[in-house]
């Protein structure tokens, strides 16, 4: 079993910055990749960025490229989620999760089996 818990979420205003943390405990060994995800109200939940365990492989969405840096600390077994120039349109609850195994398109939610319990981030003046 594997656990993830968020954290960093908050108010922030257009052009501001958040960083948020995963926490990953448990059976780490299992994660062959975190990724960050957001659900926005009335929306389907879209991925923002992964990166693999192996080798720190990192993918980015088209809409978050240039501003959101996903990054890891292995000792501290976190994944975090630097969110740069944030607009009004990135507020969301962001989950992170990891996938078990490599699988093609690695952005979307169903590839993923552990989910942390979501941070809100809004951005807001």
């Known amino acids: 079993q594997l656990q993830l818990v968020e954290s960093g979420g908050g108010l922030v205003q257009p052009g501001g910055s958040l960083r948020l943390s995963c926490a990953a405990s448990?059976?780490?060994?299992?994660?062959?990749?975190i990724g960050w995800f957001r659900q926005a109200p009335g929306k389907e939940r879209e991925g923002t960025s992964y990166?693999?365990?192996?080798?720190?492989?990192?993918v980015y969405t088209d809409s978050v490229k240039g501003r959101f840096t996903i990054s890891r600390d292995t000792a501290k077994n976190t994944v975090y989620l630097q969110m740069n120039s944030l607009k009004p349109e990135d507020t969301a609850v962001y989950y992170c999760?990891?996938?078990?195994?490599?699988?093609?398109?690695?952005?979307?939610?169903?590839?993923?089996?552990?989910w942390g319990q979501g941070t809100q981030v809004t951005v807001s003046s």
């Open positions: 990166i693999v365990s192996s080798d720190g492989t990192t």
């Open positions: 448990g059976f780490t060994s299992e994660a062959y990749a």
């Open positions: 999760a990891a996938a078990r195994r490599w699988a093609l398109g690695l952005l979307r939610p169903s590839r993923y089996y552990y």
